[in-house]
């Protein structure tokens, strides 16, 4: 599951809508749809992204959070530590290596508390 995949799917069944009315609606077909709703498909295209803001008549703020979710559903990151500290390097390959046996708290914890120190240093 991906964050985007997630507000999507919430999105949709408040609105009564199935996958197949939907992707219709929007002119893709309900495979994509699913494989979105469900973490195998990551980061939409920014024209995707303006259909579904507009179908559900997302407005201001809730679009910028909306954007942000559709940012971070990336399936498929790529750290790129060449230019950083070995520890930084280490820290990246052992959240690779352990990641899947992190729980969702553990997992939010985790991106808060490096959240925090990322804004502590600029």
Request: aromatic share 6%; hydrophobic share 40%.
């Amino acid at each position: 599951m991906t964050p985007f995949g997630v507000k999507m799917r919430q999105l949709r069944e408040e609105k009564g809508l199935n996958q197949k009315q939907m992707a219709k609606d929007l002119g893709v077909s309900a495979a994509y749809l699913s494989a979105l709703e469900h973490g195998h498909r990551g980061v939409p295209s920014w024209q995707f992204l303006q259909r579904v803001i507009g179908y559900f008549n997302i407005i201001w703020d809730e679009a910028e959070e909306f954007q942000h979710l559709a940012a971070m559903s990336d399936t498929r990151v790529t750290v790129d530590t060449a230019e950083l500290s070995v520890e930084a390097t280490s820290m990246a390959n052992t959240l690779a290596k352990e990641v899947s046996k992190l729980t969702p708290v553990d997992c939010a914890e985790l991106e808060e508390l490096v959240r925090l120190k990322a804004k502590k240093s600029i």
